[in-house]
């Protein structure tokens, strides 16, 4: 069996090998989800893709300019929203359990980077 917590302040990701339907866990402050490993996986994708979009876009925006990208699949749907040294992430699970959270741009550094260490698929 293996089970990976990681959180910080604000965020917290976790994968659980012997969890029959929902291995993964993403969460923020107050809030929790706990997702496929299909949607995970998306999830960790598509956050990182945001990642590389915002960093790219520094280089086209005004000091002063804030920006919103989303990203989506079957099954999750993500935005970026801020500026590209510091944005918040907000999450849609799309396969009908009308799940959402959101972390503010102080968690997403950390949460960005731990994701690399949890994608055990």
């Known amino acids: 069996m293996s089970r990976y917590i990681k959180e910080g302040q604000g965020w917290r990701l976790g994968w659980d090998s012997a969890a029959s339907i929902y291995p993964g866990l993403v969460a923020g402050r107050d ?36 920006i919103a990208i989303e990203v989506e699949t079957e099954r999750i749907w993500l935005e970026a929203e801020g500026f590209p040294q510091g944005y918040s992430l907000h999450l849609i699970v799309l396969t009908g359990r009308g799940c959402e959270g959101t972390w503010d741009e102080a968690a997403v550094p950390q949460l960005l980077a731990a994701i690399p260490g949890l994608m055990v698929f």
Not at 43 to 52: I, N, P, Q, T, V
């Open 31 to 66: 809030w929790a989800l706990e997702l496929t490993q299909p949607e995970f996986q998306d999830f960790c994708e598509l956050a990182k893709r945001l990642a590389g979009t915002m960093s790219e876009m520094a280089a086209e925006l005004m000091d002063a300019e804030r």
